[in-house]
Structures are given as structure tokens and as C-alpha cells.
């Protein structure tokens, strides 16, 4: 059963203020963290204030091979966001000095099918199976400033390597520094493990430099530019980078003896997204594009690499339906004042 969501209830009214535009801020830094562990995401702010669902499917039609093979690859794809926590604190210090402090929490998980085929032919021969489950907090005050923090982790294997997997895991920190209501730039670092563990070095911006125009990114994983054509109704052009690492079996050549293989696919997609907000619940997408900069490379066990290939630029479309699960009058009331749009579209 999932937690009672309760939205922040604004006590101290001579500083409210400061918390929207706190939150106004922060909530986009969430959305950014946020698409780290989702496969770029379109950056919505009405999926972390809402409970919602999304469902997705994503395709990359067969694309040319060195050694005139083909490779495809197919995603279908769960996923669930919950606010497990947002509140308002107001607290005064020894030396009678306020502090004011806000806290949101997002509990988020999902669950992905992926299919990479060569020459048509599925391989491994059901494809991966994918779940993730993270938690990411916004934290700001007038002490302390504010702050993101991300941890999760989860698995893709296939049906052979189901009862010997190797966990992904990620966590991270960074803080954003507000330049005025309408520019926002951030920083921090991302502890990620997969196989092996890396540090990488984050930097985001979030611009607003006209009416209906904004740009989102986070570098080195993805950069968003929005137009907003009517209140239900925007466009997103996107970068982004991003891939799986899924473990499998090969048969060995020299025996019938099954060995633990690792294959790690990456890609760069350059896409144009369509989004509607619908019935007041429903957020509708549609993006094509495509996918270059591509890498297969597969692993043994001792993570030795033991063969890399790069397919060609080729296509890619994608269409997601999102659904707000729970809405209330106050909460709809509250996204409008903070600016966060109209109708908890993305904005």
C-alpha cells in the first residue's frame, strides 16, 4: 500500500515567498535527477508532485553493421512516481535568526522489456528484463541553500543470468545556485556502479529566456529545449545520452559449456517530442528522431572487453501515455501559483 501523500502546507506566510521560489527551482533540479535512471525522460514537473504512472514504447529500427548485419532495438517500459514526503519547516537559532526549510521526496520505480535483435532475431532470445527503484529529495533553506540528492539501484539480466545478477547502482549530490527567477545553474556529482565504479562530474542549467521558451540540461546526459504553444500543448527538442547494460549466456565455442557475458549498448539520440496535456489527467507524447554515436561492446565476467561494435545512425520513434492517479483541488491550486504551468503540463 502506497504512503499517504500529504501536500506542504505553508505556515509562516511572511516567507512564502522565498519557498516558492524555492520550489519552483528545485522542482525542476528534481526533474533533471530525476531522468537519470529513466532512459532521458522528457523533463515533467507534474510527475514529481503528483502520484502518477507512465507507460512506454520505444523503438530503433534495424540499422547496418560493419559486417553487414543488422541491429534493432525495442523498449516497453513501467514506470511509477510517489511523493512520499513534503513539508515546511520554520526554526529559529540561538541567535534568534529564522531559518526556513523545505523538503520534498520522490520515490520512483520502473520496469522495462528490452529486445536488441541482430538481423531480426532476438537476442538473448527473451530479450532483457529491467527494474529500477530510487528515492530523490529536494532540500532548500535560508541556512543551508539548496540541495538534490539521488540514491537508487536496480537490475537487467535476462532470463538465463536471473539468478546471478550484477546490480546497478547510483547516488548523487549536487547544488543549485539561483541567478534570478528566470536562470538556475546547478552542480554536483554522480556516484554510479556498473560493473565498476565511476565518479561523474555534473552541470546543469535551467534558462527561461523568453515567454514561452526554456532551456533545461544536464551535462553530460541530456539537454532540453521547450516551446510552449498553448497551455495544453508544448514541444521539446532533446539530446540526450543514455543505453543499458544487460547480462546474458554464450554458448562457448569449444564446449557446451554456458559463460557469463555482459553486453553494454550506448547511443546518443537527437529527438523532437509532441506533448498534450488531456482530460485533465492524461499527458500524452510523441517523439521521433535518431540515434547515433552508437556502441555495442560485450564483457566477460572478468570484465575484459571481447568485442565492440558501432552500428549505424538510424531512426528512432517513441510515444508515452502519463497518467496523474490522484488529484486535489489544493494541490492544483498551490502548482499555479508556484508558476510550475497549467495543468501540470511540462513546463
Known amino acids: 500500500m502506497a504512503p499517504k501523500y500529504e501536500p506542504p502546507v ?43 504512472v507512465t507507460l512506454r514504447a520505444e523503438t530503433w529500427p534495424g540499422a547496418s553493421l560493419p559486417d553487414n548485419r543488422t541491429f534493432g532495438l525495442s523498449r516497453t517500459s513501467a514506470l511509477g512516481l510517489i511523493p512520499i514526503q513534503s513539508e515546511v519547516q520554520a526554526s529559529f537559532s540561538f541567535r534568534k535568526k529564522l531559518d526556513l526549510r523545505v523538503r520534498h521526496t520522490v520515490l520512483l520505480g520502473q520496469y522495462a522489456q528490452i529486445n536488441p535483435t541482430f538481423n531480426e532475431k532476438l537476442q538473448p532470445t527473451n530479450g532483457f528484463k529491467s527494474a529500477t527503484v530510487g528515492v530523490i529529495r ?139 496535456h488531456l482530460f485533465s489527467v492524461l499527458n500524452v507524447s510523441l517523439e521521433a528522431g535518431a540515434a547515433g554515436f552508437r556502441k555495442i561492446r560485450t564483457f566477460n565476467s572478468a570484465q575484459e572487453n571481447l568485442a565492440t561494435e558501432s552500428p549505424a545512425l538510424g531512426p528512432y520513434f517513441g510515444a508515452s501515455v502519463r497518467y496523474i492517479t490522484s488529484r486535489s483541488k489544493f494541490s492544483s491550486k498551490m502548482l499555479g501559483k508556484l508558476g510550475l504551468g497549467d495543468g501540470g503540463i511540462n513546463w
Open 10 to 52: 505553508f505556515g509562516v506566510t511572511g516567507q512564502n515567498v522565498f519557498i516558492m521560489a524555492f520550489l519552483r527551482t528545485g522542482f525542476l533540479l528534481l526533474a533533471v535527477f530525476a531522468a537519470l535512471p529513466l532512459a532521458a525522460q522528457q523533463l515533467s514537473l507534474s510527475r514529481l508532485f503528483y502520484p502518477n
Open 138 to 276: 529536494m532540500q532548500a533553506s535560508l541556512r543551508d541553500r539548496l540541495w538534490v540528492y539521488a540514491v537508487g539501484g536496480g537490475l537487467t539480466e535476462s532470463n538465463d543470468t536471473f539468478f546471478t545478477p550484477q546490480p546497478h547502482l547510483f547516488g548523487g549530490g549536487a547544488r543549485m545556485h539561483v541567478l534570478g527567477v528566470q536562470t538556475q545553474i546547478l552542480y554536483g556529482a554522480l556516484l554510479t556502479y556498473n560493473q565498476k565504479f565511476r565518479v561523474v562530474p555534473v552541470f546543469g542549467v535551467n534558462k527561461r529566456f523568453a515567454k514561452d521558451w526554456r532551456i533545461t540540461a544536464l551535462l553530460p546526459f541530456q539537454a532540453d529545449l521547450n516551446y510552449r504553444v498553448k497551455p495544453w500543448l508544448n514541444f521539446d527538442l532533446i539530446g540526450a545520452y543514455g543505453g543499458y547494460s544487460g547480462g546474458l549466456q554464450e554458448l562457448s565455442a569449444s564446449s557446451a559449456e554456458k559463460l557469463l557475458r555482459r553486453q553494454n549498448y550506448q547511443q546518443m539520440k537527437f529527438s523532437l517530442a509532441a506533448n498534450a
